[in-house]
């Protein structure tokens, strides 16, 4: 969940539908092999519609078609929630097909925290946080990521580029995301069974 947000907002092109979203701000560092991300997004959509679209494994790719595939895995032991996703584009030249299986945990509807599971083939370590917060009839998203890519990035698609990157292409999936979360009839309390059914759940 963490990569592919971040993927989605890195290499969405194209106009963006109307929408009142809008991104607050954005800040992309580099430092010892590790690239965090932070944004603020703000969503005219309820809490309630927004947590659903962010957890909602099955129907990813009605953000972007950059989403070969995204599932739910079975559990882990302790009853965590695992999640599978594999995406796949371009950043300027730089082309890469990623899979990653993590840990999903929440806190209500306050907060979504995605950990990889240890022996990534792409990653080394990707932790990423999404904290829901009511605004103004709307939500605010404050979306934090720190991930160690295992595979070769080309030392230009540095850090300004992809905070450029991200605010050209990102209007179009915050756009995407609010619209879906209006239109949203789910109720997000049950995203567990959600992501439970189909396994065999030790009680």
Do not use: H
Request: net charge negative; aromatic share 12%; with cysteine.
């Amino acid at each position: 969940m963490a990569w592919r947000l971040f993927m989605a907002l890195v290499l969405l092109t194209g106009a963006a539908p109307a929408t009142a979203a809008e991104i607050r701000e954005v800040t992309v560092k580099y430092e010892a092999k590790r690239y965090t991300m932070r944004s603020e997004t703000w969503f005219d959509a309820p809490r309630a519609g927004v947590f659903d679209i962010l957890t909602d494994y099955a129907q990813f790719d009605r953000i972007s078609s950059v989403y070969d595939e995204t599932r739910f895995e079975p559990p882990a032991e302790d009853g965590t929630l695992r999640v599978y996703t594999r995406v796949k584009g371009c950043v300027l030249f730089f082309c890469q097909t990623m899979a990653r299986t993590e840990l999903l945990e929440n806190e209500g509807l306050d907060s979504i925290r995605t950990t990889q599971e240890p022996g990534g083939e792409d990653f080394r370590y990707a932790v990423a946080t999404w904290d829901l917060r009511e605004e103004d009839d709307g939500t605010l998203v404050v979306y934090e990521i720190e991930m160690e890519p295992a595979f070769w990035v080309p030392p230009v698609i540095g850090p300004y580029v992809m905070k450029r990157q991200l605010i050209k292409g990102g209007r179009d999936a915050v756009a995407r995301i609010e619209k879906l979360a209006q239109e949203s009839t789910a109720d997000p309390t049950t995203f567990r069974e959600r992501g439970l059914a189909g396994f065999d759940v030790p009680q």
